[in-house]
């Protein structure tokens, strides 16, 4: 990592937080998140490029256990309580998930210190991606921070990914689009890194933990 971030060299730059979605009556496979992979190592990726992460750490963490958060282990509780950027893939799923409320609230209980008065707009490290177009109502915790909405790119391309979200940039074969998105992200992703230190906080637990955004523990 470069002196620009004042962060702990083994800790990854960003933790992606999502949910995996409920499987079809009668479908027997098991869940295998193939986008949310692909998004994973895109942005790995491209955050890479943006930090000059130091050899053997790793720009990005996410849980790639197929149960799915049922157990929480060292490696989760280490990466979301010491990582420095928080992105969440919103989707209704994403809202009814215990696991998804435990990570945003192990994340957004860690204390946040600009490294200059232009960060404070900026001052939660947490980015809310639409992952799938937002429909309903947002839950009050997740409502407080702006979701990520990429400036700077040609002609509609903010309003497809507003319209579709990644998963559908995806599924509608838009790769120009959400290629473009996702170099956005991580150049967010590598503002707020610079922007700011977010101080360790690696619980041995999750007891305490909200279970829901509602705020239920």
């Known amino acids: 990592m470069t002196a620009e971030f004042d962060v702990d060299s083994s800790a990854p730059v960003f933790y992606l937080s999502y949910a995996r979605p409920r499987p079809v009556l009668g479908d027997t496979r098991r869940d295998r998140p193939e986008h949310v992979r692909n998004l994973f190592f895109d942005l790995s990726e491209q955050v890479a490029e943006l930090v000059a992460p130091q050899a053997g750490q790793e720009p990005g963490f996410m849980d790639a256990s197929l149960e799915g958060g049922g157990r929480w282990d060292d490696a989760i509780l280490s990466a979301v309580g010491r990582c420095q950027v928080f992105v969440a893939l919103l989707s209704p799923a994403y809202f009814r998930s215990q696991w998804c409320a435990m990570e945003w609230n192990a994340f957004a209980r860690r204390r946040v210190q600009p490294h200059y008065a232009g960060a404070a707009g900026h001052d939660t490290n947490i980015v809310p991606v639409l992952w799938t177009p937002r429909v309903g109502d947002v839950p009050e915790p997740v409502s407080r921070v702006s979701a990520f909405v990429p ?43 610079s922007a700011s230190h977010v101080e360790p906080e690696v619980l041995r637990s999750t007891e305490g933990l909200a279970r829901s955004f509602g705020g239920d523990r």
């Open 151 to 193: 400036t700077g790119l040609p002609g509609d391309y903010a309003a497809r990914y507003r319209e579709n979200g990644l998963l559908g940039l995806l599924h509608t074969h838009q790769a120009d689009v959400y290629h473009a998105v996702v170099w956005k992200l991580a150049l967010r992703i590598r503002q707020q890194a």
